[in-house]
């Protein structure tokens, strides 16, 4: 947040709320981007026990 402080008074409020609203939007996008990640090995997961029931 200290980052954010200088920026509201040399450049303007917009852009500190643009580059927070990014900052934020960057570590959902981490997220998301692990979950798909990891889909294919839950995926397999949970297809495994299907086989062993045959």
């Given at each position: 947040m200290d980052l954010f402080v200088p920026l509201i008074g040399e450049y303007g409020f917009p852009l500190a709320i643009t580059l927070y609203l990014l900052h934020r939007l960057e570590q959902k996008i981490d997220r998301v981007t692990m979950a798909v990640e990891r889909l294919p090995?839950?995926?397999?997961q949970n297809r495994l026990p299907a086989r062993l029931a045959k």
């Open positions: 090995e839950q995926l397999e």
